[in-house]
């Protein structure tokens, strides 16, 4: 198939203010041949080489690798948390990509914090590897070599031209593309001309490209939850970029300065003691007479209370972390389809020091099995982030079961720079039990109606009830019928002679009348019923409901 190209949409890489990202964008095409739905692998699958497991990218750092840190003159000194703690230029580089596929894709409907999410998983945004304004990096981003051993066996695809590996390839830069994948969805996302991966714009919009694949909408669960498993196989995977994506998206888009290469925090400097002076071979000046002090008003330290010095045995305690997140109770997940459930299931989010932790963001998301059982949060959305109250207790919504009977897992996760944790709960939807039909009864309950030629029938009342409920609203139609049981059929209005309804009109006959809807009781009356010139004999009336319910009735006419 002939690969289809798009010029995307960007801007200038001199525009660096976010807030005014809308207004600043120019509509130069700065990437041509650009393959987007359709080219290459057409819709990567979970299957492509880019969703093959490859490791952790951080794997070839020294030491851990922490969340960026917000600079004490911002108020922080502390690992930052939701959009707040992205470097600039990687949110920059993501909200560029948004755009540029949304001009380039109107209908994929790509989030700049999906790509965040993707960002932050596989490198903390590039943190700790020297991201510049321009958004290349000091240190180059690598995955391990993908030989078989632990992780896939890719053998080199690209001569080492982008990821420094002749024998076999390797994931790289900020979004750990897969050098075939970069070979087929490279983009220019800064607009320098060139398509590099390890330059976070350019990595950023082919990211969003390759996502929107295959015409996907990822504004539709089901899309969005097979393009993420189109960049990496796991559903572990999938829930930790939707956990950062969702709580980007409520978290606000303030971001952070770029840090330099290393961990965090940075280690203080050490000391470096003065040397003393040498001694002098000159001889001593006489010293000047000192004037006498003047009293000092401030008081003198009592020498019988010493001051106290840091005792060194004693180090400060490490900041508590996020340590557990646990169900509270044990009612089960259960309700019929199509209905409400009873509760919001509770979780709770525990610190390290035993502590609850308040504010905790916990993502609650809702996934569907096999058999079709659902449950859902609000409407058709499957997720909601919700924090936790002062006790550390987040509540998730109600949730609303689905039209079909089946079983699905709920899942709370919570996030922290370093960790998460998830609970899955169990969920069943049955089946809802069938409705009882409308039967249809005369109130006086006597069979059948006698009446002599010319008396009209007054005051005939039906019930409408299923079971012991009566049914208020029910439409009921009322017919003369003619022949024998299971074989009805309308009287013919040209010829019938019998019992009939007045019309509006004079002198009219009417054989099917609609009397008022059933009352809240379940009755209704019917208009009166005129024998005028009626022979002797057996006559029937039928009454049905829209949902099939009959009844119907013997009129003697004497």
């Given amino acids: 198939m002939k690969p289809l190209h798009r010029h995307v949409v960007n801007t200038s890489r001199k525009v660096l203010c976010t807030a005014a990202l809308a207004a600043s964008l120019t509509t130069a095409a700065v990437v041509t041949n650009t393959p987007v739905a359709?080219?290459?692998?057409?819709?990567?699958?979970?299957?492509?080489?880019?969703?093959?497991?490859?490791?952790?990218?951080?794997?070839?750092?020294?030491?851990?690798?922490?969340?960026?840190?917000?600079?004490?003159?911002?108020?922080?000194?502390?690992?930052?948390?939701?959009?707040?703690?992205?470097?600039?230029?990687?949110?920059?580089?993501?909200?560029?990509?948004?755009?540029?596929?949304?001009?380039?894709?109107?209908?994929?409907?790509?989030?700049?914090?999906?790509?965040?999410?993707?960002?932050?998983?596989?490198s903390v945004h590039a943190s700790g590897y020297g991201l510049k304004d321009d958004g290349t990096t000091e240190r180059p981003i690598r995955g391990p070599r993908l030989d078989g051993n632990g992780f896939a066996k890719i053998l080199d695809t690209d001569k080492g031209e982008f990821d420094g590996d002749t024998e076999f390839d390797r994931a790289f830069g900020p979004l750990q593309f897969i050098p075939s994948t970069w070979a087929t969805w490279k983009a220019d996302g800064n607009g320098d001309g060139k398509r590099d991966a390890n330059n976070i714009y350019d990595a950023a919009l082919g990211a969003g490209l390759y996502l929107c694949s295959g015409g996907r909408d990822?504004?539709?669960?089901?899309?969005?939850?097979?393009?993420?498993?189109?960049?990496?196989?796991?559903?572990?995977?999938?829930?930790?970029?939707?956990?950062?994506?969702?709580?980007?998206?409520?978290?606000?888009?303030?971001?952070?300065?770029?840090?330099?290469?290393?961990?965090?925090?940075?280690?203080?400097?050490?000391?470096?003691?003065?040397?003393?002076?040498?001694?002098?071979?000159?001889?001593?000046?006489?010293?000047?007479?000192?004037?006498?002090?003047?009293?000092?008003?401030?008081?003198?330290?009592?020498?019988?209370?010493?001051?106290?010095?840091?005792?060194?045995?004693?180090?400060?305690?490490?900041?508590?972390?996020?340590?557990?997140?646990?169900?509270?109770?044990?009612?089960?997940?259960?309700?019929?389809?199509?209905?409400?459930?009873?509760?919001?299931?509770?979780?709770?989010?525990?610190?390290?020091?035993?502590k609850p932790a308040a504010g905790q963001a916990v993502v609650v998301a809702v996934e569907q099995d096999t058999t079709g059982g659902t449950g859902f949060v609000f409407g058709d959305e499957p997720s909601v982030v919700v924090r936790t109250d002062a006790q550390g207790i987040a509540t998730a919504p109600r949730l609303k079961a689905g039209p079909k009977a089946g079983t699905f897992t709920l899942r709370a996760t919570a996030y922290d720079a370093k960790s998460q944790f998830t609970v899955a709960v169990d969920g069943k939807v049955t089946e809802k039990p069938a409705e009882k039909p409308v039967v249809l009864t005369r109130t006086d309950g006597s069979q059948p109606v006698r009446v002599a030629a010319g008396t009209p029938v007054k005051g005939l009342e039906f019930l409408a009830a299923r079971g012991d409920a009566p049914q208020g609203g029910v439409q009921l139609t009322a017919e003369l019928v003619t022949g024998t049981p299971g074989a009805w059929v309308p009287v013919d209005p040209e010829t019938a002679k019998g019992p009939f309804f007045k019309g509006a009109a004079e002198g009219q006959k009417l054989f099917t009348v609609q009397p008022a809807k059933t009352r809240a009781d379940g009755t209704t009356v019917l208009p009166d019923l005129l024998t005028t010139d009626a022979p002797a004999g057996t006559y029937h009336l039928r009454l049905t409901t829209a949902d099939g319910a009959q009844l119907v009735l013997e009129v003697k006419v004497v």
Avoid at 76 to 104: F, N, Q, S
Avoid at 276 to 297: M, Q, R
Avoid at 303 to 310: N, S
């Fill in 38 to 122: 359709g080219a290459g692998e057409a819709e990567p699958t979970p299957d492509s080489p880019q969703a093959a497991e490859r490791g952790d990218a951080r794997l070839d750092l020294p030491g851990q690798l922490a969340d960026p840190v917000v600079p004490p003159a911002a108020g922080g000194g502390t690992a930052a948390e939701g959009a707040a703690g992205i470097p600039a230029t990687a949110l920059d580089a993501y909200k560029r990509a948004e755009v540029a596929v949304a001009a380039a894709l109107p209908k994929c409907k790509l989030p700049w914090q999906l790509v965040a999410g993707i960002g932050r998983v596989e």
């Fill in 218 to 354: 990822l504004s539709n669960p089901a899309d969005l939850d097979q393009a993420i498993l189109s960049y990496n196989s796991s559903r572990e995977y999938v829930n930790s970029v939707l956990g950062y994506m969702h709580q980007y998206q409520q978290d606000g888009t303030a971001g952070v300065p770029n840090p330099p290469v290393g961990t965090y925090p940075t280690p203080p400097t050490p000391h470096i003691p003065t040397p003393s002076p040498k001694p002098s071979t000159k001889p001593a000046p006489t010293p000047t007479p000192k004037p006498t002090p003047k009293p000092d008003p401030k008081p003198t330290p009592d020498p019988t209370k010493p001051t106290p010095t840091p005792d060194p045995s004693k180090p400060t305690p490490a900041p508590a972390t996020l340590a557990k997140l646990e169900r509270l109770g044990d009612t089960a997940l259960t309700a019929e389809a199509g209905s409400t459930f009873a509760d919001g299931v509770r979780f709770k989010a525990v610190l390290s020091d035993g």
